[in-house]
């Protein structure tokens, strides 16, 4: 690491991927870059590292696909990002009356997939699925682009849909998703398996008023302007690399990790951070200060909650790490283990169960049957195994689980996970021919490759407010106020003060915009704009 100077033209509070991606953007224009992490690692929510003992398989231990990072941002910065795409998109089984009924979407042409639904649901079903993915694909074709560029009103944003799309706005950012949802599509396991996306990681229902469940789902169908998902390849470890490759490159950029900010005092034309590395007390002055951390966790540095969603709203994940010595035998009589494993794997995700499960934990128990899905990184890109573990056909696996609010973990971490994960596998197990603990590979102490986090253990480890993996709630693509059209979505009150993560509006999900446009919105500033 570079000695750390007294005065830099930015300063970046955490090193994750989109503090990172500002720094890049910021050296390249000729700035002088501090980036100060709180861990000893870099990249957030974004790392990979080797978890368990004695075992060379890297894991990306929080977040692991990615849809929203623009190929734009990863042009401009020169990275050498590759993601793969999965020849699944979704499995979804579930029992009726002791007969297990499935659903085995492929990616493909959009039209692939009728037999499935004609044999699951009918045709009716299967026409109001690609009705609904082709108003997803009217919007995306607008929001996409937006995401990078200035704010726009409402207006304008709908204004810029031709006249046949105004009904996918309508349905998607005016009405509850519930309702296009009920009316495209009658069976339960299909209408969960669209529901899902709008509320990962987030406590939500369909007819939800606040219409939170819209803001997400819309944030999961627009990446790339087409709404799928790829695997990195090498992890989301390999995304930080590449970042922390470009920023070491430009020569502007020093980062400091286990840097501990504990002040920031903003000032009308240098601002001045107060911090801590291994009990060693700094301080150093910056033009601009751009906050990766939380909107709340900003407000305290500060000393004010004036920042833009400073109130920490909880998180409702539960994700499971792990490593398997072979890949269970699935009930199925449509698809392999590879095939059910290499997409989405949806468990108890049906609209009526998911109902269930929210109800549940908004009244402050663990759902019987909780929602969640699983996904099989090395079927599709097996270079996060050591050359030892591919050949012995080791596979590692990654659940996210949903209606798991942070308040269900506050009183005693430790018991609720445990709890949680024990009726997590009991509901992947029933989908399968062979308990799936029988599969784990074990560590060099002998104990089972497998690993749970709650939102309390990713408000400790990766310091997210209650567990928010969005910080907040997701915001619209847009905003209401005209006074605020023309803005970045990344300002506080302090005018040289911004944020670059999660918080800012068109935060989340893995993207590298908020970095983007904290970067355009410093470099606007600089000329005077």
Not at 18 to 37: P, Q
Not at 304 to 317: F, I, K, M, R
Request: aromatic share 6%; charged share 25%; with cysteine.
């Amino acid at each position: 690491m570079r000695p750390i100077r007294t005065e830099y033209d930015v300063a970046i509070i955490g090193a994750g991927h989109n503090g990172l991606v500002a720094a890049c953007y910021l050296a390249g224009a000729g700035m002088s870059v501090l980036v100060l992490e709180r861990n000893r690692q870099t990249g957030g929510a974004t790392q990979s590292r080797r978890t368990f003992d004695g075992v060379d398989a890297k894991l990306s231990v929080y977040s692991y696909l990615v849809s929203l990072l623009p190929e734009k941002i990863a042009s401009d910065l020169g990275l050498d990002l590759r993601l793969k795409p999965r020849r699944v998109a979704s499995w979804t089984p579930a029992f009726s009356g002791g007969k297990l009924r499935e659903l085995l979407i492929r990616n493909g042409p959009p039209d692939a997939n009728r037999a499935a639904f004609f044999d699951l649901a009918g045709g009716e079903d299967h026409r109001g699925y690609l009705e609904l993915q082709e108003m997803q694909a009217r919007l995306a074709k607008v929001v996409w682009p937006s995401l990078t560029e200035p704010l726009v009103t409402r207006e304008e944003m709908r204004g810029r849909l031709g006249r046949k799309s105004q009904a996918a706005w309508r349905a998607l950012v005016e009405e509850p998703l519930g309702d296009i949802i009920e009316r495209q599509v009658s069976d339960d396991l299909v209408r969960g398996l669209l529901f899902t996306d709008g509320k990962i990681g987030v406590s939500t229902f369909p007819h939800d008023p606040s219409l939170l469940q819209n803001r997400t789902f819309l944030y999961h169908f627009v990446g790339r302007g087409t709404g799928e998902w790829r695997v990195p390849v090498g992890g989301m470890g390999a995304l930080v690399g590449q970042l922390e490759e470009a920023a070491h490159a430009s020569g502007r950029v020093t980062i400091a990790t286990g840097a501990r900010v504990h002040t920031v005092s903003p000032g009308a034309k240098r601002s001045s951070l107060g911090f801590e590395i291994d009990g060693r007390p700094g301080e150093v002055d910056a033009r601009y200060v751009l906050c990766n951390a939380s909107a709340h966790t900003l407000g305290a540095l500060v000393g004010n909650d004036t920042t833009p969603g400073a109130s920490p709203l909880e998180g409702s994940v539960f994700k499971v790490n792990m490593l398997l010595e072979r890949l269970p035998r699935v009930r199925s009589t449509r698809c392999s283990a590879e095939e059910a494993f290499a997409g989405t794997f949806h468990i108890d995700e049906g609209y009526g169960q998911m109902l269930t499960s929210f109800r549940e934990s908004q009244a402050g128990d663990l759902p019987a049957t909780p929602p969640g899905e699983i996904y099989c990184h090395t079927l599709t890109d097996p270079s996060i195994l050591s050359a030892d573990l591919g050949r012995r056909s080791f596979h590692t696996l990654t659940l996210f689980g949903l209606d798991m609010p942070y308040r269900l973990f506050e009183r005693d971490n430790d018991a609720a996970r445990a709890e949680a994960l024990k009726r997590y596998l009991r509901g992947i197990d029933q989908f399968l021919d062979e308990p799936i603990e029988g599969c784990l590979a074990t560590d060099r102490n002998g104990a089972p490759c497998i690993e749970a986090k709650t939102p309390v253990d990713l408000e400790r480890e990766i310091h997210l407010p209650r567990g928010n993996i969005f910080h907040g709630d997701l915001t619209w693509p847009f905003v209401e106020d005209g006074g605020e059209a023309g803005l970045w979505g990344v300002e506080t009150a302090h005018p040289n003060l911004l944020l670059c993560g999660s918080s800012a509006r068109r935060g989340g999900c893995v993207s590298g915009i908020p970095g983007h446009n904290a970067a355009m919105k410093v470099l606007e500033l600089a000329r005077g704009g």
